[in-house]
């Protein structure tokens, strides 16, 4: 009996290193630098290409931030394949151009608040009215996650012909050699710099730099039989801060993989108080009023890659979804983080989860250095396999 339990106890310790070990040395905390686009493009016409021309694996994300000015709305940023790109004629209109896109496959950000998963929101630059976007998107072809894809990425505001006026920065993760740009257009102007695998300079506009920056670690996991889960976390935020999140969950194989969507919930204090335990999971769900969904909700589904969700095939876990993405807000914030399965109740939450928040007040959870926490679990971890293997 003695020697079982021994046995056992081990087992799980060496699953911890190992859990412990993917995590410090794959996706799961922040590992590389970006490739880094950054300038200001400005031109009297109402399609542009190219910002840059990016080969990432799949498992490459991308943060974004761009900003212009309100009364150019909206304006559009297009991903393009080789192939489609190939397709492209300077003897085409700004519409022609565009329908050769697929926005079902995600190939065409809004810069617009209406459309959520931009990250846009009004603010008041030097008594100028902008669009300011923060967000991100993951590259994920088909489920194998070491596949390479290229993306040439345009600009345009086909319904408007006052030209493209946009500041726009790119943290781009698991590029295949060296970053660069290209655009073909005699007499454009595109104010650009490129900086591969360097630190991040603070911008013309100053735009946060977060990657810099010491975070705040909240990591765990949920496994619930309930559909409604609360709470990860309560934050609090200054001006400007925000947190990069990695999200993980298993997908299963009796239900529809589409249908398969966790939606993290950030609630206000306002929130919370009309929250009751009689409520249902979609009740809770909308404490969250609609017109704030684009800001205080994050869906987590195979197919959200504009909160940088894909599916993985993991060893042992078999297909996963997995998360890679940021959130900033421009001005001070309270949150109340939650997780939900409103549309599969039946199955509860079973959900890994990494928040790296910056620019924090407080946040009532534990709060730890990413890599000296990583070491000392790992240095916990071999000393409790190596006591054990030798009793």
Known sequence: MACDMKLELLHQSAVVLLMMLDMLLSGFSPSGRPCIYEGRLSTARNW???????????????????????????????????????????????????????????????????????????????????????????????????HASTWHLAVSNCARHSGLDLYYRLLVYGIIGKCRYHFDVAGERLSAKIRAHSELPRTAYEWRDTVSESPCIVEGSVSSRESWFGFLANVSLRHGGGFQFHFRFRLL??????????????????????????????????????QHHSERLIELGSKSSWNGCASENATGDGH????????????????????????????GIHLQYRLEVYGYDSVEQYCKSCCAYCHVVLIGACVVVLSLATL
């Open 253 to 290: 194989t009796s239900v529809p993989v589409m249908s398969q969507i966790l939606s993290v919930l950030l609630y206000t204090a306002d929130d919370v108080s009309r929250l009751s335990v009689r409520q249902t999971c979609w009740q809770r769900y909308t404490a969250i009023r609609q």
């Open 48 to 146: 542009f290409g190219y910002l840059a021309n990016i080969t990432v694996l799949g498992n490459g994300r991308m943060l974004f931030e761009f900003m212009y000015p309100a009364k150019q709305c909206c304006q559009n940023v297009l991903f393009y394949s080789d192939e489609q790109v190939a397709v492209v004629s300077p003897h085409m209109t700004c519409w022609q151009k565009e329908y050769i896109l697929r926005p079902e496959t995600d190939q065409i950000l809004r810069l617009t608040p209406r459309f959520s998963w931009s990250g846009c929101h009004l603010a008041n630059s030097a008594g100028q009215l902008m669009y300011v976007c923060e967000g991100g998107r993951s590259f994920a072809v088909g489920d194998e996650r070491r």
């Open 320 to 347: 996963v979804v997995v998360c890679r993405s940021e959130r900033r807000f421009d001005d001070a914030r309270q949150f109340y983080v939650a997780v939900s399965n409103c549309r599969n109740p039946e199955h």
